[in-house]
């Protein structure tokens, strides 16, 4: 009977453990944000609703390579390890032992013994202070250590979304440059062009010198913009070899040949929820960070508070015990011993005391990072849907600009031709048709930005 209940007594010990359990802080969200995700798988491959696929190539080949996403991976690697190293507390450590003793006993001490020097050996399984987890202190390392596994993973898809966004957004801008290029190099032969023909009305005696040296200043103007604007693609370019992971050399060759892209242009911008549920929100990695921070701090608490309570430790032989290697595996020399023991802290109180304040402290401080993790995650989602709201209103307002003022030069084209109004009346409004044209560019980029 006594050993029945000793049985159960060490069960229910063996299922409590210590220290608060985790519960999730209370998030004050609107309601409209409370619906649940429909669908959101394409949350880890967005870049795909592009439908682009030097972007994807891009993308994958950054994700292969990058450096910054190697050592993310790394760190999770290790947070594995250490969630294993954890977990192998909670079993016995058994080890292989191989011993031999030679000795003599006293013939002067309190009990003479006269006796000629004795040699023993001894082989077999040891388990060494093997300390059951009654009070869960193991239990709660186990669950601080998974809670930091899920943060390391956390952070390391941090950097993954990270990296495809500023591999996207360098290749947006490459694009957005590209297409500027595009226009600046058309309008600079347009210009030459034009020059070349007030060259042949000034001989003809048809205009003064005044208007073809402006036509001469209108070329040199647009030639002046061409260096800037090749360079800042260049620019583009080193920096999405130097994403995707490439060598010193590979970075050298992306700078000096500056190559095309597959793309003749800005891609279109997939639709994006104006709704976005709470649940989105909180698939965030550095709001995932924040929590899992969190729950290993709260198991901490556990950890530290087990060590006011009594610890029991077991120690255990088995094997052979002989004075002749020999004969240790017969059954005369079977040897075993089994011994436990109970200790509990008299003197470290106060310096146990000092450490759950520690740890309590900490899981204060995580839970105010979470919570300011949250309401910056909120903020920053807020912002994006407002930003993707403005600037779709400021690029349909550029397209119409730019229809308005297409159609406005090639009306002042033929006024020009039948001698209705001056060149510089002409200029005037090419100038401004070439000027918003590039600001229809940087409101698409922005738009996709």
Same mark, same amino acid.
């Given at each position: 009977?006594?050993?029945?209940?000793?049985?159960?007594?060490?069960?229910?010990?063996?299922?409590?453990?210590?220290?608060?359990?985790?519960?999730?802080?209370?998030?004050?969200?609107?309601?409209?944000?409370?619906?649940?995700?429909?669908?959101?798988?394409?949350?880890?491959?967005?870049?795909?609703?592009?439908?682009?696929?030097?972007?994807?190539?891009?993308?994958?080949?950054?994700?292969?390579?990058?450096?910054?996403?190697?050592?993310?991976?790394?760190?999770?690697?290790?947070?594995?390890?250490?969630?294993?190293?954890?977990?192998?507390?909670?079993?016995?450590?058994?080890?292989?032992?191989?011993?031999?003793?030679?000795?003599?006993?006293?013939?002067?001490?309190?009990?003479?013994?006269?006796?000629?020097?004795?040699?023993?050996?001894?082989?077999?399984?040891?388990? $060494?202070?093997?300390? /059951?987890?009654?009070?869960?202190?193991? @239990? !709660?390392?186990?669950?601080? &250590? =998974? *809670?930091? #596994?899920?943060?390391?993973?956390?952070?390391?898809?941090?950097?993954?979304?990270?990296?495809?966004?500023?591999?996207?957004?360098?290749?947006?801008?490459?694009?957005?440059?590209?297409?500027?290029?595009?226009?600046?190099?058309?309008?600079?032969?347009?210009?030459?062009?034009?020059?070349?023909?007030?060259?042949?009305?000034?001989?003809?005696?048809?205009?003064?010198?005044?208007?073809?040296?402006?036509?001469?200043?209108?070329?040199?103007? $647009?030639?002046?913009? /061409?260096?800037?604007?090749?360079?800042? @693609? !260049?620019?583009?370019?080193? &920096? =999405? *070899?130097? #994403?995707?992971?490439?060598?010193?050399?590979?970075?050298?060759?992306?700078?000096?040949?500056?190559?095309?892209?597959?793309?003749?242009?800005?891609?279109?911008?997939?639709?994006?929820?104006?709704?976005?549920?709470?649940?989105?929100?909180?698939?965030?990695?550095?709001?995932?960070?924040?929590?899992?921070?969190?729950?290993?701090?709260?198991?901490?608490?556990?950890?530290?508070?087990?060590?006011?309570?009594?610890?029991?430790?077991?120690?255990?032989?088995?094997?052979?015990?002989?004075?002749?290697?020999?004969?240790?595996?017969?059954?005369?020399?079977?040897?075993?011993?089994?011994?436990?023991?109970?200790?509990?802290?008299?003197?470290?109180?106060?310096?146990?005391?000092?450490?759950?304040?520690?740890?309590?402290?900490?899981?204060?401080?995580?839970?105010?990072?979470?919570?300011?993790?949250?309401?910056?995650?909120?903020?920053?989602?807020?912002?994006?849907?407002?930003?993707?709201?403005?600037?779709?209103?400021?690029?349909?307002?550029?397209?119409?600009?730019?229809?308005?003022?297409?159609?406005?030069?090639?009306?002042?084209?033929?006024?020009?031709?039948?001698?209705?109004?001056?060149?510089?009346?002409?200029?005037?409004?090419?100038?401004?048709?070439?000027?918003?044209?590039?600001?229809?560019?940087?409101?698409?980029?922005?738009?996709?930005?």
């Amino acid at each position: 009977m006594n050993k029945l209940l000793s049985v159960a007594l060490l069960s229910m010990l063996g299922a409590c453990a210590v220290g608060p359990d985790y519960e999730r802080p209370a998030t004050d969200l609107p309601e409209s944000w409370g619906k649940p995700v429909e669908d959101a798988t394409y949350l880890s491959s967005w870049w795909q609703r592009f439908e682009d696929p030097q972007l994807n190539a891009f993308i994958e080949e950054s994700l292969a390579n990058n450096y910054d996403l190697r050592a993310a991976l790394a760190n999770v690697d290790a947070a594995a390890a250490a969630l294993r190293r954890s977990r192998a507390e909670l079993y016995p450590g058994i080890n292989g032992r191989v011993e031999s003793n030679r000795s003599k006993a006293s013939e002067n001490a309190s009990f003479p013994i006269p006796s000629a020097p004795v040699t023993e050996y001894r082989a077999g399984l040891e388990i $060494v202070s093997y300390e /059951l987890d009654i009070w869960g202190r193991v @239990r !709660r390392a186990n669950e601080a &250590a =998974l *809670a930091e #596994l899920h943060a390391d993973t956390a952070v390391m898809h941090g950097v993954r979304a990270s990296l495809a966004a500023s591999v996207a957004q360098t290749y947006f801008q490459a694009l957005a440059l590209d297409q500027q290029q595009s226009l600046l190099e058309r309008l600079h032969a347009t210009r030459i062009d034009n020059e070349q023909l007030q060259k042949l009305r000034l001989d003809g005696g048809l205009i003064s010198p005044y208007d073809f040296e402006q036509a001469r200043s209108e070329t040199a103007a $647009v030639a002046a913009q /061409l260096p800037d604007l090749r360079e800042r @693609r !260049r620019q583009a370019i080193t &920096a =999405l *070899a130097v #994403l995707r992971g490439k060598s010193p050399a590979e970075i050298f060759a992306a700078w000096e040949s500056a190559g095309s892209f597959a793309a003749d242009g800005l891609p279109d911008v997939p639709a994006v929820p104006v709704d976005l549920p709470a649940s989105m929100l909180e698939r965030r990695p550095d709001v995932i960070e924040a929590e899992q921070r969190l729950i290993a701090a709260n198991a901490r608490i556990g950890e530290t508070k087990a060590d006011y309570f009594p610890s029991l430790s077991l120690n255990a032989f088995a094997g052979g015990l002989s004075t002749s290697a020999s004969t240790l595996d017969t059954n005369s020399s079977q040897n075993w011993n089994v011994s436990s023991a109970l200790t509990m802290p008299l003197t470290r109180l106060r310096r146990i005391a000092s450490r759950v304040d520690g740890a309590e402290s900490l899981a204060e401080a995580a839970t105010a990072n979470y919570a300011a993790t949250i309401q910056v995650a909120f903020q920053e989602a807020l912002n994006a849907l407002g930003v993707v709201e403005s600037t779709r209103g400021i690029r349909d307002a550029q397209n119409d600009r730019v229809s308005a003022l297409r159609n406005a030069y090639r009306v002042s084209t033929a006024r020009y031709g039948v001698g209705r109004i001056g060149y510089l009346e002409l200029l005037d409004v090419e100038r401004q048709l070439r000027q918003v044209e590039q600001q229809q560019v940087d409101a698409n980029l922005a738009e996709l930005l």
